[in-house]
C-alpha cells in the first residue's frame, strides 16, 4: 500500500514515517508544499494523509483541492487541532473522508494505522458497491437485449389458443436485492402459413452474457432459415445444429442449446417435433384430466452445437380435441428450495399436479400457475435457471 503524507511539523513527519512504513506499506512523507503537490499528481496513492494546516491554514484547503482533482478515488485522512471546528467543517464539505485530533503530546501518530486500514476498508467497499451497481446495470442490459426477442403477440389459428411466458432466474444475496440474471433461454410461436403453425423453446447452458448470446445466435439463424419451408422438422433442426456447431460463441467452453422444435398442421391437427436434448412436451386430456409425456429420451437426440452430424429423430401425434400442450424449459421441473434434495424438486409430479388442477381455469390462469407453484416449490429463494413455458389448446369441436 502507498501512502502520502503532507505535513507541517517536521518532528512528527519522522516519527510518521517510522509509523506507516511496516513492511508492506510505503509511506512517503513530504512538508514541502511543492514537493507534495507534485508527488500528489504525479503518482497514484492508495490513501493520502495531510495535516489540515499545511503547509499553513490559510493554504491548506486549495491544496487539499487538488488533491481531490488528482486523487479522485483516493481516501484523504485529515488531522485537526483542537478548536479548529469551523476549519475542519470545511474540508469535510469538500470530501475530506476521515479525520483525527492532534494532541500535543503527538500520541495521535499511533492511531494513524489504524485510521488508514479503516480508510482502505471503507474505500474498497465503496468501489465494490460501485462496481456491483455497474454489473448490475450490464446483466440488466443483456437481459433486456435476450428478453427483446421473445415475442408478445402470439397467433391463434381457429381451434387453438396459445398462451406463453418467459422469467429470468434470480440470485439472491444476502443483505442486498436479488440479481435478476441474463438468461439463456428463447421461445417463439408464429404461422408458417395458413394451416402450419411452429413452436419451439430453446435453452442455452449457462447464464449471463454467454448464454444469452448463444440464444441471439440460434434465434438469428432461425429467422434467417425458416423461411426456407422445411418439409420436416429433422431438417430444420439438423441445419441450425451444423451451423451452431461451426459457432465459437455457442461452442466456447463446452456451451450448447437444447431445442424442442414442433411445427402443427391446424387442418390435420397433426403435431410433428424434434427434440435436441429438450424435456418432451406432455399433453393434457380436458375431459378426462390425464397427463401423459410425448416421445421418449431415447427420441431426444443430443444437444445443440455439440455433434454436427447428429442424426435427429422426428415424432408425430394428433392433437385430441379439448386438450392442452405443454412445451417447457428445464428451468420449471428443476425448480427446488435451497439445499433441498433431488426428490425436492418441483418435476415432472409437480407439472403434472399443477395442469391438473388448472384444467378449469383459462390458458393465462393455467400458465401463472405453472409458474407460481414451480417458485413455491423453491421455498422463496426463487428459481436458479431461466423458465420458459408455452401452453397450446385446442380447443372442443362444438365451441364451448
Known amino acids: 500500500m502507498k501512502i502520502l503524507v503532507g505535513w507541517d511539523d517536521a518532528s512528527e513527519a519522522e516519527t510518521i514515517e517510522l509509523i506507516l512504513n511496516p513492511e508492506d506499506t510505503e509511506a512517503t512523507v513530504i512538508t514541502d508544499a511543492a514537493e507534495f503537490e507534485q508527488a500528489a499528481s504525479s503518482g497514484r496513492w492508495d490513501t493520502v494523509v495531510l495535516s489540515l494546516n499545511f503547509p499553513n491554514p490559510d493554504d491548506a484547503l486549495r491544496l487539499f483541492r487538488k488533491v481531490r482533482e488528482v486523487q479522485r478515488d483516493t481516501p484523504i485522512i485529515g488531522a485537526w487541532h483542537q478548536g479548529e471546528v469551523s476549519h475542519l467543517a470545511k474540508f469535510i464539505s469538500e470530501g475530506l473522508s476521515l ?14 494505522t489504524p485510521l488508514v486500514e479503516a480508510a482502505q476498508a471503507a474505500a474498497e467497499a465503496q468501489r465494490s458497491r460501485l462496481l456491483a451497481a455497474r454489473l448490475r446495470e450490464e446483466v440488466d442490459s443483456v437481459r433486456r437485449l435476450q428478453e427483446s426477442v421473445i415475442p408478445r403477440d402470439l397467433p391463434s389459428p381457429g381451434g387453438y389458443r396459445v398462451a ?7 440470485i439472491r444475496v444476502v443483505g442486498a436485492n436479488p440479481v435478476i440474471m441474463a438468461g439463456g433461454d428463447y421461445y417463439d410461436v408464429f404461422a408458417l ?28 439463424l432461425i429467422r434467417m432459415i425458416r423461411g426456407r419451408r422445411y418439409p420436416n422438422t429433422v431438417e430444420f433442426v439438423g441445419d441450425v445444429n451444423h451451423q451452431l456447431c461451426s459457432s465459437d460463441i455457442v461452442r466456447d467452453e463446452g456451451g450448447f442449446i437444447t431445442l424442442l422444435y414442433c411445427v402443427l398442421n391446424t387442418s390435420t391437427n397433426e403435431l410433428q417435433w424434434t427434440s435436441a436434448g429438450h424435456p418432451m412436451p406432455l399433453l393434457q ?3 378426462t384430466n390425464e397427463v401423459i409425456q410425448l416421445g421418449s429420451e431415447e427420441e431426444g437426440g443430443l444437444p445443440l452445437g455439440i455433434d454436427e452430424d447428429w442424426a435427429y429423430e422426428m415424432c408425430s401425434f394428433n392433437i385430441p380435441d379439448n386438450s392442452r400442450l405443454l412445451l417447457f424449459s428445464d428451468g420449471l421441473d428443476e425448480a427446488f428450495p435451497e439445499g433441498g434434495e433431488e426428490q425436492d424438486r418441483f418435476g415432472l409430479k409437480g407439472i403434472i399436479a399443477t395442469l391438473q388442477e388448472t384444467a378449469g381455469l383459462p390458458l393465462e390462469q393455467a400458465v401463472a400457475r405453472l409458474f407460481e407453484a414451480s417458485h413455491d416449490a423453491t421455498g422463496g429463494c426463487g428459481r436458479h435457471d431461466d423458465t420458459s413455458v408455452v ?10
Do not use: Q, W
Open 285 to 287: 386430456n380436458l375431459g
Open 99 to 112: 479525520f483525527l485530533t492532534r494532541d500535543k503530546e503527538g500520541e495521535f501518530i499511533f492511531l494513524l
Open 391 to 400: 401452453l397450446l389448446e385446442r380447443r372442443p369441436t362444438n365451441g364451448s
Open 164 to 170: 406463453a411466458r418467459y422469467e429470468p432466474s434470480e
Open 193 to 220: 402459413d395458413s394451416d402450419t403453425m411452429i413452436l419451439l423453446v430453446g435453452d442455452a447452458s449457462g447464464h449471463g452474457v454467454k448464454a444469452c448470446m448463444s440464444i441471439m445466435t440460434m434465434h438469428t
